[in-house]
């Protein structure tokens, strides 16, 4: 009995690996000298924390940090010895990464799922946000960062693109956190969110989706412009101008977009309901 059930945790961890893997592969937006923001890729890493304990986590989290080491090796040709390529493996990689298994930290603490997910989502990120800033101001300090103030430079450039993948992993967090429980063997629908209406339900999980996606992409389309060619953190990129209003209109029109929808959704989420009420109460 045992055995199956270690056995049921492996495959599934090997398979959230598999699934944050794949979203680290669809990057929302590429820093110039390295860094990016992804579709929440480091969750299934927090949701195994979560789930099965910081020991699976963290043994979760050192899987994903070597296929992200794989598949970051071209980061590698830039140095020459052999010490400034194990610091760059331990730092950016190896630690920062494994770091991700701690996501679960919280799960006896807070006792509130999403709370619960969304503090361990911070915690992560803001140790490997420490790794990068470190790798930053030690080992790439006279590459793609200039030695001088190399510490406050570090700080800035990983900003640039960590302070969005935050939000990102955050946003996901919370909303998977609001609608599922991660706590039982088979993730379920938390009886809180439960109407007794499918569509209705269904309306509601669209709508926090779509609520999330938009946040997401407005947050990436911001951060985007933070940086300038030099990849140094630039505040006077969001300054309105011919070329920034193009960018400002796009978050403007993503933002209207999905406040329609959204509430477009939850008119007719709080109609369904009303009917199905109506209905139960001429059934009785």
């Known amino acids: ?64 940090a ?45 006792t509130q799922q999403s709370l619960s997910l969304v503090c361990g989502s911070v915690l992560v990120c803001l140790i490997r946000y420490l790794c990068h800033v470190v790798s930053g101001a030690t080992v ?19 900003a640039t693109y960590m302070i969005p993948e935050t939000v990102v992993l955050v946003l996901a967090a919370y909303y998977l956190g609001s609608v599922l429980d991660f706590r039982r063997e088979k993730p379920t629908r938390l009886a809180s969110v439960n109407s007794g209406c499918k569509a209705a339900d269904a309306l509601t999980a669209v709508a926090g989706l779509l ?4 946040l997401a ?20 990129g969001l300054a309105v101008s011919e070329f920034a209003g193009s960018f400002w209109m796009g978050v403007v029109i993503v933002t209207a977009v999905a406040s329609v929808a959204v509430a477009a959704l939850i008119v007719a989420r709080h109609i369904l309901l009303k009917n199905a009420d109506e209905q139960n109460r001429a059934e009785t």
């Open 1 to 64: 009995m045992k055995s199956t059930i270690r056995t049921k945790k492996m495959v599934e961890c090997a398979l959230l690996v598999a699934i944050g893997t794949v979203l680290s592969l669809f990057s929302v937006v590429n820093m110039p000298y390295g860094g990016s923001i992804t579709v929440a890729s480091m969750l299934p890493v927090v949701l195994i924390s979560y789930r099965h304990g910081l020991s699976w986590g963290l043994g979760s989290g050192f899987v994903y």
């Open 66 to 110: 070597i296929v992200q080491q794989l598949l970051g090796l071209n980061n590698l040709t830039y140095f020459t010895t052999w010490q400034s390529v194990v610091a760059v493996i331990f730092l950016d990689y190896i630690i920062a990464f494994v770091a991700v298994g701690l996501g679960g930290v919280f799960r006896r603490t807070i």
């Open 140 to 158: 790439w300090a006279g590459l793609s960062i200039p030695t001088e103030a190399a510490l406050l430079y570090s700080f800035g450039y990983n």
């Open 211 to 214: 609520t999330v996606s938009a």
């Open 217 to 236: 992409t407005d947050v990436a389309l911001i951060f985007l412009h933070l940086q300038n060619a030099d990849g140094e953190f630039d505040m006077t």
